[in-house]
């Protein structure tokens, strides 16, 4: 029986899911996120435990060397360093530390317009009026992202980020953030005996701060990884015990759908209708959403399973992959060859051999 004659769903939900599947876990993620943003019952978690293992770990990614046909498994030595991408790093603070607010709605629309170098790029009265809220409240919302790590993240100018981390550093200069604030143009164009002038500081005071603005960083963001070159996270994992296969879904890179519970029960305490279809449809969109993201990984766990047991040899015998036949699989699973090739064989596996990308499993 395949994947799909085994679950029951909807024609839109079938569809729903089946578009999740070509998303790797950060375009997952970002997904689930933007649904968030609209839906009050939903909220996207991730299991933070994962990303600090990443950072540290090396994945070990399997390429066989074209030159020598013998070697299956040798040329497994293209090392990547795992590094989040400042967007995730800044979602994950978010949802780990600030209540479901929509003060935290304005925090998570303007990550949106930060730059890899950790910059907001949208004007706060152009981004107050998209959202149709004040601009104090906006600015309230840029307060709040300026608390997140790394320090000076958020800022609008090199002058407010080198503020920002100045704030926050306790060993900082005494005069260090006045000087920064008031003086800034002077201080940038070394007009240092001006500044100790009108502060009746000593000369050298100021070149002290000048010496500190020097170690602090003036793109904070560019220590991030860039969504275009960082490798996915793998879906699936493969354990050998006692020799048998046993494959795995990767709990800690997968985000999470969770219902807003304590919210749809408050809100269910009000019987005017209009409430009450508003909860209705999004109590609706959560369960759809829920069902989707648990069909990819039902659908995921069955590609992997299905493709390591055809390539049992590989794996328990160290034999050479063997060709198999996509179009088969897809049949197997129940899906068509498009979604095989999009959804299916682009994602990852990690294995005592290496981590592969599911098509060189399959032999190509």
């Not at 006045?178 to 050298?204: G, H, K, P």
Request: net charge negative; proline share 4%.
């Amino acid at each position: 029986m395949s994947v799909l004659s085994s679950v029951h769903m909807d024609k839109e939900s079938l569809e729903e899911s089946l578009k999740l599947l070509g998303y790797d876990n950060e375009d997952l993620f970002a997904y689930l996120q933007q649904k968030a943003l609209g839906n009050p019952l939903i909220e996207v978690k991730v299991n933070k435990e994962f990303d600090e293992r990443a950072v540290k770990e090396k994945t070990v990614v399997y390429k066989p060397d074209k030159d020598d046909p013998s070697d299956t498994v040798s040329a497994m030595e293209q090392v990547f360093e795992e590094v989040p991408a400042l967007d995730t790093f800044l979602l994950e603070q978010i949802h780990a530390n600030m209540r479901d607010t929509p003060l935290r709605e304005l925090v998570l629309f303007l990550v949106a317009f930060i730059n890899p170098e950790g910059y907001v790029t949208i004007d706060l009265d152009d981004a107050a009026e998209q959202k149709g809220v004040e601009p104090i409240m906006m600015l309230d919302a840029l307060t709040l992202l300026h608390q997140l790590d790394p320090p000076g993240v958020g800022a609008r100018n090199l002058q407010e980020c080198l503020m920002l981390q100045t704030e926050r550093d306790g060993y900082a200069p005494e005069i260090a953030y006045y000087i920064l604030e008031n003086f800034f143009q002077a201080f940038s164009d070394r007009n240092w005996q001006m500044i100790a002038d009108e502060m009746d500081v000593e000369l050298a005071d100021v070149k002290a701060v000048f010496e500190y603005a020097q170690s602090l960083d003036p793109t904070p963001g560019s220590a991030f990884g860039d969504d275009s070159l960082s490798l996915p996270r793998p879906d699936l994992y493969l354990q050998t015990v006692d020799g048998h296969l046993t494959v795995k879904y990767n709990e800690w890179s997968s985000p999470v759908v969770v219902f807003q519970k304590d919210y749809y029960e408050e809100m269910m305490q009000y019987e005017d209708e209009d409430v009450q279809q508003f909860l209705a449809a999004n109590k609706t969109e959560y369960e759809q959403l829920r069902s989707a993201v648990a069909f990819r990984k039902e659908l995921l766990l069955g590609a992997g399973e299905l493709i390591t047991t055809l390539q049992k040899g590989f794996f328990l015998e160290s034999r050479e992959l063997k060709p198999l036949d996509v179009s088969r699989l897809a049949d197997d699973l129940g899906i068509s060859i498009s979604d095989m090739r999009e959804g299916v064989l682009n994602k990852m596996i990690e294995t005592e051999r290496g981590t592969f990308l599911m098509h060189q499993l399959c032999g190509e």
